[in-house]
């Protein structure tokens, strides 16, 4: 069982950065690909970026590529997304996931956080 605790997050103007993190229970971390989803009110969930267990390799999304930075710290069960040159679509709820499978899909992720909102003003 693996718990999922997301911090950061809230409302930054067009342009800005905010930095989410998310910090995960359990001795077996480092055997999960952690990804972040995202989810705006209206539409479907979507992928946004992920990272291998080793943190080797990383997957984005083509809207945040450049400006997202996903990254995790395994000795201190963490995960972050750096979220630079913000715009107003980036506003949603983020979640931070963890799965056994090397995969976007989010339907193969077994364990969720919270979501902290982010909002983006023009």
């Known amino acids: 069982q693996v718990q999922l605790v997301e911090s950061g997050g809230g409302l930054v103007q067009a342009g800005g950065s905010l930095r989410l993190s998310c910090a995960a229970s359990g001795r077996t971390f480092s055997r999960y690909v952690m990804g972040w989803f995202r989810q705006a009110p209206g539409t479907e969930r979507e992928f946004v970026a992920r990272i291998t267990g080793t943190g080797t390799s990383t997957y984005y999304t083509d809207s945040v590529k450049g400006r997202f930075t996903i990254s995790r710290d395994n000795a201190k069960n963490m995960v972050n997304l750096q979220l630079n040159s913000l715009r107003p679509a980036d506003t949603a709820v983020y979640y931070c996931?963890?799965?056994?499978?090397?995969?976007?899909?989010?339907?193969?992720?077994?364990?969720w956080g919270q979501g902290p909102q982010v909002n983006v003003s023009s």
């Open positions: 996931a963890a799965g056994p499978v090397d995969t976007r899909a989010g339907d193969r992720y077994d364990y």
